[in-house]
């Protein structure tokens, strides 16, 4: 294999050979930087389909170059496609897939994962899927317009509008290619967690992140078996003539339509939310644990209430599959079952408020302050280099910054949960902008905050190379005051009834053009911070560029990390590596001196505490 310390790393250099070994390894790091890269392609793709989005919204007169206006059946292809994109291939494949692959084996001390064939298989699925849902764009008619959650009738019939032919037969391809690969993923994870675990980690002593995947694996294979059903039964109702999701009659586009059966369409809302929600959970749970660590390593102390915020943890899990219902509130739902599900929802804040507590107190009054990491190795290790400089001291390293960047987002964002788990409430908030501001604080902009921690965190790892702070905390403040900047206004514009989904909200008859006339302003300022949301990614992708050519290595634990990944040899670079060193644990994580002034690593055989750089 090529030299890791090669500028690039491991990959840029690669010969068509070892390109062909890459392609077809079944080593979970390879897997785990594959399922990355099919995130990367997807957050790009769906980023600029936002971006259309917005401009449309706010100038909808103007046409696109090479293209014209865009047209509203266009609109609602984009806003279906940026939904299931950015939902499915960004916020479930990088932190449970990605990630999970790349980290879990070493955090548990073993060398790999439990079906490394199945674990292949499961990204080819993904990359399948996600040109499947590609090619949606370019059949006859386009993509569908029924939004990411397809609800019938629309999803039903062709005569239901332009994509929801070919295009909406090619979204349930994808769909349940995704959920096939999702499912092998998770029942992977989860055996891998169960059976794996290398010698001296018990249950207690793993780390939180490693909690966060198992139950999030937990959720992905009850979640997606529902939906890959429920895609099975729609694909039955378009093509065999069944009514599952139909009346005996329906009107469309002035066809009357008969139908083989007496069904309804909220039998797939109820099937599709208890998949949605708990997908909520699959895309952040990682991320919540990830954060407790990185707060919990760079403050200097234990995580507080260790135990609880593992109970805390499955709990939110267990109470994300009985809540799917507050999606429904304005289907006509039994009273009895909107409150029964409004209780449950506001019950899930109990966890989840647990879990921010202990976060605070954990850092509150720890000596964060400083910490001392050093960006270059300080003795010999197992990368090969015997340099030795001086170590720095950086003030909120850029992991920590954006771990409280995902606990800020996260309490913001969770704030409107219980406003909308109120029926009363959520009747005339549901499908306006409101609900928009609400999940994409929650978990869109939550989620991918806790991708950048993982990034920052995790690069001197897997890479061998330190990202620059300067540009890593300029990305930082450029990224989480753009996001609540694009976000935040969203809920005054909510709050003024103004719709999601409309493809244009000027020029509507009565006294909506005057009602919406109101929130113009705020419009062009979500699309203008928008666009600048998405350039204050720019410093991260100038940081990638230079610490891919820098020749300069980082040490072997930068952060003086304890868990168990950063041991040596435990994240072997390839398959053919082999090493004759046991892993084995001796505590668990996050072991520190009351002064915060030595630390003791999981791997450490004996109680000699390590001192910090100085």
Sequence with gaps: MTNPNSPGGPFMRASAHEWGTIIFSTHHRTIGLGYLAISILAVIL???????????????AWPLPLHGLILPEEYLALVTMHGTIMLFFVLTVAPQSGFGNLILPAQIGARRMAFP??????????????????TAFFVPAGAPISGWT????????PLAGPGQGYGMDVWLLAIGLFSLASTTSAVNTLTTIVKLRGDGMTWQRLPLTVWGWFTAALLSILAFS????????????????????????????????????????LLWLHLFWFFGHPEVYIAILPGMG???????????RRVFAYRLMIATTLLIGFLGILVWGHHMFVAGLNPFAGSAFAISTMAIALPASAKVLSWLITVWGSNTSRVAHSSRSTSPDEWGTTESHAPTTTRFPTPMLFALGFVSLFITGGLTGPILAQPILDEYLHNTFFVVAHFHLIMAMAGIFGLLTATYYWFPLIFHRQLSEPLGRWHFWLTIFFAYSTFLPMHLTGLAGEPRQYAQLNGLPGPATQLLQSTTPLQLHITVSAFFLACAQLPFLLNLFL????R????????????????????????????????????????YSADALTFTPQWQPEETPIPPLE
């Design 552 to 591: 300069n290595p980082a040490s072997q634990n930068p952060w003086q990390a304890t868990t168990m990944e950063w041991a040596p040899n435990a994240l072997l670079k390839s398959e053919a590596e082999t090493t004759t060193e046991p892993l084995t644990t001796h505590r668990g994580p996050c072991h």
């Design 226 to 265: 529902v939906l890959l059903a429920a895609i099975l039964l729609l694909v039955c109702d378009r093509h065999l003539h069944t009514g599952f999701f139909l009346p005996t009659q329906d009107l469309i586009n002035g066809v009357l339509l008969p139908h083989s059966g007496d069904g309804s369409p």
């Design 547 to 550: 610490t891919a050519r820098s």
């Design 290 to 300: 990830l954060t407790s660590m990185v707060l919990a390593n760079f403050a200097r």
């Design 117 to 134: 064939r199945l674990n292949a298989a499961g990204m080819y699925l993904t990359a399948l899927a996600l040109l499947t849902l590609i």
């Design 46 to 60: 769906g980023t600029i389909l936002s971006l259309l989005m917005r401009l449309h919204l706010s100038w909808p």
């Design 150 to 157: 397809a609800y019938p009738p629309l999803s039903v019939s």
